[in-house]
C-alpha cells in the first residue's frame, strides 16, 4: 500500500535566503503526525507549499501514488488539503459572525449558482459542527467579539466543515486551555477514526507524545529524521531540532532586587479585571500566573493603557500616572510586548528597520522631524545582532520571518526605548525551546539591569522556572501571591483552577 501524501525535494527560495533545501515529508491516511523544528527551520514554509500559498518551489507532490500540481489554494482543497494557520487575525474577518467565517468556503465555491445567500442555512450548518465540536459560540456572534481561544476553535470548524483528507494544525493549542486542548484532541482522534491524516505543528513538545505517532524533524529547511514517536525522548528531539545538546532551559544569571518600582492598588477594568494589587520591584521579576481566559492579558493592557474603562491606581517611581492610551504609558516609562503580536505588537508589512525603531522614533529624528536612517540602520543591526534575530537583511519585511524571530523583533523595539517596567504576556508562545532560552536569558539580563519585569503566562513551568514572585489570576482576580521557589507547579495549578487553602 503506497503512502497517502509525499513531499519529495522540496525546495524554495526568497529574496537573500534558501528556506527550503530539497526538504522532504511523507504521511499517510489515518495518521497524527507531528513536523516540529526550530523557528525559522521551515516547517510553516513547507506546509505552505502544500497548501498552495506559495508557488515558486521545485520539487514534487504525490497524493496516492499520482504526481500532483499544486499552485494555488484551490488545487489544494481539490485534494483535500486543509489548513488552521497560527496566526488567527489574519485568517478570519471580524466584521463577519462566526457563521459566515465557518461556511466561507462554502460561500465561496457556490458564488455563481445563486444571487441569494441562505443565511437561515449557513447559520444552521454552522451551528452543526459547533454543536459537533461541543463550541459553546452563538453562529450568529461577530469574530470581533470572540477570545483569542475562541478565535482558534473557529477556525478548526471551518476547516472540518469541508471535506477534507489531509489537515494541517500550525500551533493549534497555542491560545487554547487545558479543557480546550482535550477538546481539540479528541476532535483529533474523531478524525484519524475517520482516517484523516492530520499534521500537527507544535512547540510544546510533550503534547507531540500525547496526540501524534509520528514525528519529523526539520533543520535550517531541511529533513532530518522520521520515528515512531515511542522510539525518542524529548532531550533526542531537542537535540535533533538544534543540532547540538540543549542545555539548562532557564538560565541563572545573579541580580539584585531593590526597591519598589510600580504599585498596583484596586486595579479595575469592567468585569474582566476585579481588584487586583500587585506591585514589582527593580530587579524583580514577578509572574502573572494563571489558565487561558484568567484574566492576565485583560490586566496587562490596563496597565499599558490599552483598555477603555479602567479604574484603580498606578504608582511608577512613587508618583501615580493614568495612562488613557499607550502612548501615555510609553512615556511615563512602561514597555509591553503583547500576545497576539502580529494583530499588536509589530508591523507584518514593513520591514525590520521600521518596526526595531518604531516605539521610540524621536531618538532617531534630527531637525525638522526628518529621520536619522543611518542611526536606525545601525541601531537596528546591533539589536538583530543581540536577540539573535534570523534575517536576510533589515530590509526584510517582518511577515517574511517565522513566528520566534519576529518575536525577537517585537521585544526588541522596546528595548530601543530603555523602559523601566517591562510587560512580557506570553512572550514564548509559539517559540521553539532554543529561542524560549535565548528570551529567558533576555529577561533576566533586564532585571540585572535593575528594570521590574511582569511576565504574564499560562505556561505555569515557565512562571516557576523564570519569576521570583507569582500572583496567581483567577475569573479576574488575584487569588494568591506566592514566592516561586517556595511552590511546586502542581501548588501554581491548584490555585490556578480556583482552589484556595483551607
Known amino acids: ?60 507532490i504525490v497524493i496516492d501514488g499520482k504526481q500532483v500540481e499544486i499552485r494555488s489554494p484551490k488545487d489544494a482543497k481539490a485534494h483535500g488539503i486543509q489548513i488552521v494557520y497560527q496566526e488567527v487575525d489574519t485568517a478570519l474577518i471580524p466584521y463577519l459572525t462566526v457563521g459566515e467565517n465557518i461556511m466561507l468556503n462554502h460561500l465561496v465555491s457556490d458564488m455563481g449558482k445563486s444571487q441569494w445567500v441562505n443565511y437561515q442555512k449557513i447559520h444552521q450548518e454552522a451551528s ?54 482535550d477538546q481539540l484532541f479528541r476532535i483529533v482522534r474523531k478524525l484519524q477514526e475517520e482516517h484523516v491524516a492530520v499534521i500537527f505543528i507544535s512547540h510544546r513538545l510533550q503534547e507531540l507524545f500525547e496526540i501524534c505517532n509520528y514525528i519529523t524533524v526539520m533543520r535550517n529547511g531541511r529533513f532530518i529524521s522520521e520515528d515512531t514517536i515511542q522510539s525518542v525522548t524529548v532531550n533526542e528531539i531537542v537535540e535533533k531540532m538544534l543540532g547540538k545538546k540543549m542545555d539548562e532551559q532557564f538560565p541563572v544569571i545573579e541580580k539584585t532586587t ?131 534575530v534570523k534575517t536576510p537583511t533589515i530590509e526584510t519585511k517582518l511577515q517574511n520571518l517565522s513566528g520566534g524571530n519576529q518575536q525577537k523583533v517585537a521585544i526588541g523595539k522596546w528595548l530601543v526605548t530603555d523602559a523601566d517596567v517591562y510587560i512580557f504576556d506570553e512572550p514564548t508562545k509559539g517559540v521553539d525551546v532554543g529561542s524560549k532560552k535565548d528570551i529567558f536569558t533576555l529577561i533576566l539580563e533586564l532585571a540585572k539591569r535593575g528594570k521590574a519585569i511582569i511576565y504574564a503566562s499560562s505556561e505555569l513551568a515557565e512562571i516557576k522556572g523564570i519569576t521570583d514572585r507569582a500572583y496567581i489570576i483567577f475569573d479576574g482576580k488575584v487569588v494568591k501571591e506566592v514566592n516561586t521557589k517556595d511552590v511546586t507547579e502542581e501548588d501554581l495549578l491548584f490555585y490556578s483552577t480556583g482552589g484556595r487553602d483551607e
Open 258 to 388: 531593590g526597591e519598589s518600582i510600580l504599585e498596583v492598588n484596586r486595579l479595575r477594568d469592567a468585569d474582566k479585571v476585579n481588584d487586583v494589587s500587585f506591585h514589582v520591584r527593580s530587579g524583580e521579576v514577578i509572574g502573572l500566573a494563571g489558565l487561558v481566559g484568567a484574566g492576565k492579558t485583560e490586566i496587562c493592557k490596563a496597565l499599558f493603557g490599552a483598555s477603555e474603562k479602567v479604574e484603580g491606581s498606578i504608582t511608577l517611581h512613587g508618583k501615580r500616572i493614568k495612562p488613557k492610551i499607550p502612548a501615555h504609558a510609553a512615556k511615563a516609562g512602561l514597555a509591553f510586548v503583547p500576545e497576539e503580536r502580529r494583530k499588536e505588537g509589530i508591523l507584518v508589512e514593513e520591514d525590520v528597520v521600521t518596526n526595531m525603531t518604531s516605539a521610540n522614533l524621536k531618538d532617531f529624528t534630527r531637525f525638522f522631524s526628518f529621520l536619522n536612517f543611518s542611526k536606525e540602520r545601525k541601531v537596528t543591526s546591533q539589536m538583530v545582532e543581540r536577540l539573535g
Open 1 to 60: 500500500m503506497s503512502i497517502a501524501l509525499q513531499m519529495k525535494d522540496i525546495t524554495i527560495d526568497f529574496p537573500g535566503v534558501r528556506a527550503l533545501d530539497q526538504a522532504t515529508f511523507q504521511i499517510d491516511s489515518g495518521d497524527v503526525h507531528a513536523l516540529i523544528g526550530a523557528n525559522g527551520a521551515g516547517k510553516s514554509t513547507l506546509m505552505k507549499v502544500l497548501s498552495g500559498a506559495y508557488t515558486h518551489y521545485s520539487g514534487t
Open 128 to 181: 452543526r459542527v459547533l454543536e459537533d465540536l461541543r463550541i459553546n459560540v452563538s453562529s450568529k456572534q461577530l469574530v470581533s467579539s470572540l477570545t483569542l481561544a475562541e478565535k482558534q476553535m473557529v477556525l478548526i470548524a471551518r476547516a472540518i466543515s469541508s471535506k477534507c483528507r489531509f489537515l494541517i494544525l500550525d500551533e493549534p493549542t497555542a491560545p487554547l486551555s487545558t479543557a480546550e486542548t
